[in-house]
């Protein structure tokens, strides 16, 4: 009795491959509604739904950036320690929000935006002599140094920088939510330019071994778009941001943009070397938290410091 013939297993259907524009779309897309959740709670009218789910996003933000980062760095096959690193970040978030909105409205004048710096920095001392002690318990590990440093670092780049997203929104004597927004505009709009004027006629690479993509024309464009849309924001909401006069406008719309350009190259370093293309999978399709915050990183201390130093010297 003759074998049946086998019938060949039918290939299995592929997926077209997303364009550039169809992935700066859907980040795009992601970023206004991830945003727009966060702006929400920000302006309710309910002061408890304003800060609690505030905090509650901060703390998603952070946890799950922070997750994705010391993935980057296990998959460099470098050692860090995950746990104590993701329990760190949060802690830190959770407690500068409660001694800010706590315990700063309790001592009057004194209420100084210094005060909540000290506490970070007590915040950030006990981290580092925990991250001694995990080494010194650690049976396994015999790289202290290196194990020490990525998870330092990784709590440094994601929730100390996000961190001063919440200083931003609770600083003394201003309405800290409008400055929440225009920066985040203001970083969001640097994105577009990069993305719009590089694509329509970039021709010169910046720095090709990092993100082959960008151009110094996109360069150029984000800081165009960038500062257009600062000083167009700040005078139309010039009632909420009356600090903010037009050559504030126009240099913080230079700095936050060069700024973001320079926070998405790093992290598009990191990926690259750990031969990833995406930071994570939380929007499938599209990347993840740290896909969509990288810009916004660094802008946020550079937003605070100037709000600080020059708004409101």
């Not at 297993?9 to 980040?27: D, E, S, W």
Request: glycine share 10%; hydrophobic share 50%.
């Amino acid at each position: 009795m003759s074998a049946s013939p086998t019938t060949p297993a039918a290939p299995a259907p592929v997926t077209p491959a997303l364009t550039k524009g169809q992935i700066f779309l859907r980040r795009l897309g992601s970023t206004v509604v991830l945003w727009t959740i966060v702006l929400t709670a920000i302006f309710s009218t309910n002061v408890l739904v304003a800060n609690y789910v505030f905090l509650l996003l901060m703390l998603l933000l952070a946890g799950t950036g922070l997750l994705e980062f010391y993935g980057l760095v296990e998959k460099r096959s470098l050692v860090c320690f995950k746990a104590w690193g993701v329990f760190g970040g949060l802690l830190l978030m959770t407690s500068t929000f409660f001694y800010i909105t706590s315990y700063l409205p309790t001592v009057g004048k004194s209420a100084l935006p210094s005060k909540t710096g000290d506490f970070e920095s007590v915040v950030l001392i006990l981290f580092v002599l925990g991250l001694c002690v995990r080494q010194f318990v650690s049976k396994t590990n015999t790289a202290g140094i290196l194990a020490i440093s990525t998870t330092l670092f990784g709590l440094m780049y994601v929730p100390w920088l996000l961190n001063f997203i919440q200083k931003i929104n609770f600083f003394p004597g201003v309405d800290g939510r409008y400055y929440v927004l225009y920066f985040i505009l203001v970083t969001k709009f640097s994105d577009v330019g990069a993305y719009c004027v590089g694509s329509l006629i970039g021709r010169h690479k910046m720095i090709p071994r990092i993100s082959p993509g960008k151009t110094w024309e996109g360069f150029g464009g984000a800081i165009a778009v960038s500062t257009a849309a600062s000083v167009a924001f700040a005078h139309f909401c010039h009632g909420h941001l009356k600090e903010v006069s037009v050559v504030d406008a126009v240099i913080l719309g230079v700095v936050l943009s060069i700024s973001a350009v320079i926070g998405d190259l790093i992290e598009s370093l990191f990926k690259r070397e750990a031969g990833v293309k995406d930071s994570g999978k939380f929007f499938p399709g599209i990347g993840g938290i740290l896909d969509l915050l990288d810009s916004l990183l660094f802008n946020a201390p550079l937003m605070y410091l100037y709000l600080r130093h020059v708004l409101t010297r």
